[in-house]
């Protein structure tokens, strides 16, 4: 089946129309002077009868082609499906009492926000639906789900009131209304209500980029509005969002309930800078301060002004203490203990850092509190519990929880386990607080812990977990690497497949960035993008680029103004680095962002190799840079892009804008831009504009260039979830049409295409009778969707047989051992879950009768024997069937001889061909059946024509090709991926094996056998298996011409167990003669191989273990050392190649292997220097993502003394102790933990 499409066919074709005038602008260059741009579009800026007549043709233009694609309905639906899922936020406790939390059943169009009947929150670990009560639905807003919260509060005191602002059609603006929270917004018994139902008269209009700030005494609060536009019409109607005027003079005011909005008093303005925007903010402890937060632009960057509610009258002449009176840095205030206020800032500490200051001391600065950590992005701090602080690490773009105390003091670290995306929630005068994790395989979890609860392991428990239905997250897989940019920077990219994608080099690919305004990309839970990863088999690849706030305002300013160009180079360098690394294939990755990731992917549509990107969608995308600044808000996004009126910006600015600079010498990828009618924070304009500049300058290129207008909607917040799924449908559906790309089904759908049977899987193991735990059993997509029915002697026979359902039949299982431990972790690979009963003779004769009499392939049967009787049985009906195995597991490592049928030559089953069998497995303990005939011939015979044979596991207690020549010529190992391979066998023999392997990727050998002299490799003779990422072997045979031979450019695990063939255990004095050192690192130098995982146990000395590792690439993670012999001066060379430092400016640490996060050092003797070890802690070296670790079977932990508490939490060194128990140094060691 062919694993492709062929595109979409587009004949390059007239677009529709669009009048190019003869607009001219003029700029002034610091280089050239003045610079005449034209403009041909200009008109499109326009809300003309003559935009909208080309609006209509381009989006009738745009769906005829996007309706080609014949999985688009399907598409749809499978996303809609995935998306219908529970979706319950953390809950929070307001001050009437009350818990509220917003929940969505699955495709509601807004969350509905929910609240207790009391005090008592409701348990959602027992999945109780959304609980509570309704207390503010937004779908009763609009009949299509385009009225959407913006903003809300609920006032202070006894919490009577609930301000809130409703966004019309996804526009910024808002208007806020109130209504007492004793008057909820919800259906009664069917009957819809209005929204003026309940609510008070209040309306207060043209809100934008707003929070509602209630003063503590509850009778009003403030908030930021823009000068009247008449053009908005009333309130009840959607016409703000689609206009271009730019937002300026934005005022501060104060609203008293029970007035009009015209009464409302003027608190702040600034007439001399209109581009000035405020934040607002009171004390939450005693509602006496009011912070206010002067803006010019997006920069992290803001003035800070605090007045004195108590002793100023609310309006325009109250008092300000101006704390910080210039945009040298960013300033938050978390919190106040009477005039001490705390703040999180990147004033002279561009990773962030908490500080203090005493506002009423007469000379008063900011003193540090929790200091700038250099290695991690301080990205959120919550006061909680009275006296503590929950900060927010990003380290390395993965987020740390850390308990602080109000003083500075570091209690504890939560969830250390967790990767992905923390987001806490709680209040000073709780005790508890709780914490939302979010990544990219985890839909949603949330967390409760109390400070209050006197047993430290019942502080932190889940309080729900988000179930999602259509998808299993468990089915996916993330990783992060580090690639180099153009320039050298090291830049993180999180990667994210499907578990059933391979890493060949075929994979199609999403990559998705921003890149912009310090904002950082996280781990994220998606299920449209996780439907079509499982759909048609991509990757996901999410680089975090210069110019986000991953690593700081250093990282984000890096990708800034003259900088921008780094933020494309970085995203240009990912996508070469997914192809070069086999991640995607080439010309087949589709690059993907909105806002400022649209003006990313537009720009490196333009500036890309031809060829590399093979799909592009750029969403609400910035793409003229010489005009931003002149609509809505664009003014504010000179911090990242310059300023394109002033001469020296706008000489880097021309050359970086999309509009300005397609390019006419190449071919562009299929690209489409997608904008909305009410997005009036990047206007559509510049996607009209955009489109109608590439549909004229390249009118023939042989891709669509398209552009996707959606009705109804803004920049993207509010949108309706009907509205995001059409969407998502579109986006991806493009990218599946420009790649070619074909829908994967089910096994059922695919088999059914195929024309073919149901498939069986085969299990012939050893298994305990009863039913296995649920502990014991393993999951596989394959039979996600399988049914496993028990068969037990008490039903039934006919009946039970008949009653079955014979259309879902998948699997087959036969279990025929009476000892099944080392068989459990043997199938662990194999299959989902298994269940085993015990099966008569009688009852196995009885099946394989009424099998034989229907003409009915095999269902789901299980058997459970003792002897080759009923094992031969079984064999019966499984080799009637065999054309329909698919993963087959036969183990004979418990009988005294194989089954006669098993080894039948002359059986007329075992020729028959097994077209569809992916994974073999055989545990044999005697390779040789009774009539002398070996195993290897006739695995041979079993198997057949296996084409698509992708695992092959075989072990055996003898020696496989003793008295026999056939070294499996007759299998088909050509598609082979997984060699498990556990016998007697030559090295000679073992590379004829791999040389049939082309692509194998696994491969784990265990063979002990001394070699003949005839079985060393030839000289001269090379194995390269171009795949192989993961490769293990033990054995205690000569490797020399083995590692002569091996070339593994692709290795990435890789695991070395030398032993000794007289099983003795090495002395200091052993000879290392036996270990082919020399080879070895031949080996590693000749494969260049990616190395990401090493562990050895070889007879090597230190010198010898040091030059080995010098020829292992930086790319290692995890190092395992394993010796059983006397390093009496161990560490001192290891840690000198470990630890010699090289400059980096961004990512891990820069040394031989920075990527190095696990080192094990495992040992029987006692002779480990310790003054390396303390060496090692004093200097307070570490990995950058977890601890040093010596870890030993018989372990005590220590550190050594004066090292600050902090660190030794963070250092932990453990130490074997030799048969004296003592460890002979001068160091004082202690205990740290046990």
Not at 592 to 598: A, D, L, V
Request: aromatic share 10%; charged share 25%.
């Amino acid at each position: 089946m062919s694993a492709r499409n062929a595109p979409t066919p587009w004949a390059p074709h007239a677009y529709p129309p669009a009048r190019r005038s003869g607009h001219v602008d003029e700029y002034q260059s610091a280089a050239r002077g003045v610079v005449r741009v034209p403009d041909p579009y200009q008109w499109l800026e326009q809300h003309t009868p003559e935009t909208d007549d080309w609006v209509v043709r381009q989006e009738a233009f745009t769906r005829a082609y996007l309706d080609q694609n014949p999985d688009r309905v399907k598409l749809e639906d499978e996303i809609r499906k995935n998306m219908d899922y529970a979706k319950v936020s953390a809950p929070s406790m307001k001050h009437d009492g009350r818990w509220y939390w917003y929940y969505n059943s699955g495709l509601q169009a807004q969350s509905v926000l929910y609240r207790s009947k009391d005090s008592t929150l409701p348990d959602f670990s027992k999945d109780i639906g959304p609980g509570g009560e309704v207390f503010f639905d937004p779908n009763l807003l609009s009949t299509d789900g385009t009225a959407a919260l913006a903003t809300a509060a609920f006032s202070k005191g006894t919490g009577e009131y609930y301000a809130y602002g409703i966004s019309l059609s996804g526009s910024d603006f808002c208007t806020i209304y109130v209504r007492r929270t004793d008057a909820p917004l919800a259906e009664t018994n069917g009957v819809r209500p209005e929204h003026h139902d309940g609510r008070l008269p209040e309306e207060i209009r043209f809100v934008k980029f707003s929070t509602i700030v209630w003063t503590h005494d509850s009778k009003g609060f403030f908030y930021q509005r823009y000068p009247d536009r008449e053009s908005h019409g009333l309130a009840t109607e959607d016409k703000a969002g689609t206009e271009t005027t730019g937002d300026s003079d934005a005022m501060v005011y104060y609203h008293r309930l029970g007035t009009p909005q015209t009464a409302d008093v003027l608190v702040m303005q600034a007439p001399a800078h209109p581009e000035w925007m405020w934040g607002m903010d009171i004390t939450e402890s005693d509602g006496r301060y009011l912070s206010l937060y002067v803006l010019k632009n997006s920069d992290r960057k803001n003035m800070l002004w605090v007045t004195d509610l108590h002793a100023n009258e609310i309006g325009p002449d109250m008092k300000w203490d101006k704390l910080v009176d210039s945009f040298e840095a960013e300033y938050d205030v978390l919190t106040n203990d009477g005039t001490k206020f705390y703040l999180r800032t990147n004033a002279g500490a561009p990773q962030y850092k908490v500080v203090t200051i005493d506002i009423a001391a007469p000379a008063r600065q900011f003193t540090d509190l929790i200091p700038e950590d250099a290695g991690a992005h301080l990205e959120d701090v919550t006061p909680v519990a009275r006296d503590k602080l929950v900060v927010v690490y990003k380290r390395n773009v993965k987020d740390e929880i850390y308990l602080y105390s109000l003083g500075g003091a570091r209690l504890a670290r939560l969830a250390e386990d967790f990767v992905g995306a923390a987001y806490v929630s709680g209040r000073r005068a709780r005790d508890d607080f709780f914490v939302t994790l979010t990544g990219f395989t985890t839909p949603g979890i949330v967390a409760r812990y109390d400070c209050a609860e006197p047993d430290e392991k019942k502080r932190w428990r889940v309080h729900q977990t988000t179930k999602v239905t259509g998808l299993d997250p468990d089915d996916f897989l993330a990783e992060q690497v580090w690639y180099a940019s153009k320039d050298g920077t090291k830049v993180p990219m999180f990667i994210v497949r499907h578990k059933a994608t391979k890493f060949d080099g075929t994979a199609p690919g999403i990559q998705y960035g921003y890149g912009g305004f310090s904002i950082s990309l996280g781990p994220f839970f998606s299920p449209s993008i996780l439907t079509f990863l499982q759909k048609y088999g991509a990757v996901l690849a999410v680089p975090n680029i210069r110019g986000g706030g991953e690593f700081g305002e250093t990282w984000h300013e890096a990708g800034t103004k003259e900088r921008k160009h780094n933020v494309f180079d970085d995203f240009i360098a990912a996508t070469q680095y997914l192809v070069d690394n086999k991640y995607v294939g080439a010309g087949q990755v589709a690059i993907n962002g909105g806002s400022n990731g649209g003006l990313l992917v537009a720009a490196c549509v333009n500036r890309a190799p031809e060829g590399l990107i093979g799909a592009a969608v750029a969403e609400v995308g910035v793409l003229d840079l010489l005009k931003f600044a002149d609509f809505t808000i664009g003014k504010a996004w000179v911090s990242d892009y310059g300023d394109p009126h002033d001469p020296k910006d706008f000489d880097f600015i021309y050359p970086l804008s999309p509009l300005h600079n397609i390019p006419t010498d190449r071919v562009l990828p299929p690209t489409i831009l997608h904008t909305a009618d009410h997005d009036d924070r990047v206007v559509p304009l510049h996607s009209f504009k955009h489109a109608a500049t590439l549909q004229h300058t390249l009118p023939h290129n042989p891709h669509p260039l398209l552009i996707r207008i959606d009705k109804k909607a803004g920049h993207g917040a509010g949108k309706a979830t009907e509205q995001r799924i059409k969407e998502a449908a579109d986006k991806y559906g493009f990218i599946a049409q420009s790649l070619g790309l074909k829908w994967k089904d089910t096994v059922d759908q695919i088999l059914q295409e195929m024309n073919a049977p149901p498939p069986v899987l085969l299990g012939l193991g050893a298994r305990p009778t009863g039913k296995l735990s649920a502990a014991m059993r393993t999951k596989d997509g394959l039979l996600a969707t399988a049914k496993i029915f028990q068969i037990c002697s008490t039903l039934q026979r006919d009946s039970t047989l008949v009653e079955m359902d014979r259309t879902n039949a998948l699997i087959m299982l036969l279990t025929v051992c009476k000892h099944w431990k080392n068989i459990l972790l043997a199938t662990a690979s194999l299959w989902a879950r298994v269940i085993a009963s015990p099966v008569t003779l009688g009852d196995a004769k009885m099946m394989a009768t009424w099998l034989k009499r229907s003409g009915k392939s095999p269902l789901d049967l299980i058997f459970t024997a003792h002897d080759n009787e009923i094992a031969d049985v079984g064999l019966d009906i499984a080799l009637r069937h065999k054309s329909h195995w698919r993963d087959v597991m036969i183990d004979w490592s418990n009988l005294s001889t194989l089954a006669p049928r098993l080894v039948s030559s002359g059986s007329s089953f075992n020729t028959a061909p097994t077209p569809l069998l992916l994974k073999f497995a055989l545990f044999t303990e005697f390779a040789y059946a009774e009539d002398d005939s070996g195993v290897a011939t006739q695995l041979v015979a079993l198997l057949g024509s296996s084409p698509n044979l992708r695992t092959l596991r075989w072990e055996t207690q003898q020696y496989l090709f003793e008295r026999e020549p056939v070294r499996l010529q007759g299998l088909a190992m050509n598609q082979l991926r997984e060699l498990h391979l556990t016998c007697m066998i030559s090295i000679l023999e073992c590379s004829h094996l791999m040389e049939k392997t082309p692509l194998l990727e696994v491969c784990i050998l265990t063979f002990v056998e001394d070699p003949k002299e005839e079985d060393e490799l030839p000289i001269g003779k090379t194995i390269v298996l171009p795949k192989l990422s993961h490769f293990a072997l033990k054995t205690d045979q000569n490797l020399s011409s083995f590692f002569w031979s091996l070339c593994l450019p692709s290795l990435k695990h890789l695991d070395i167990e030398f032993r000794h063939n007289d099983d003795t255990e090495y002395g200091y004095n052993e000879p290392f003669h036996e270990w082919p050192q020399a080879a070895f690192m031949s080996f590693l130098g000749r494969s260049t191989c990616p190395l990401s995982h090493l562990s050895l146990e070889v007879p090597i000395a230190e010198d010898g273990l040091v030059e080995c590792l010098r020829h292992v690439s930086p790319t290692l993670e995890d190092l395992c050392l394993r010796v059983k012999w006397d390093w009496p001066t161990f560490g001192d060379s290891i840690l000198a190649l470990l630890t010699e430092p090289l400059p980096s400016q961004y990512g891990p640490p820069e040394r031989k292997f920075p990527k190095l996060t696990t080192m094990a050092f495992y040992s029987s003797l006692s002779g480990i220097a310790p003054h390396a070890l303390a060496d090692m802690i004093e200097s307070r070296w570490c990995f950058p993502e977890d601890d040093v670790q010596f870890v030993n079977p018989e372990i005590t932990f220590y550190v050594a003394h004066g090292i600050p508490e902090e660190d030794q939490r963070r250092i932990r060194v453990m130490v074997l102790r030799g048969e004296s128990g003592k460890i002979t140094d001068n160091h004082d060691l202690r205990p740290c933990m046990q």
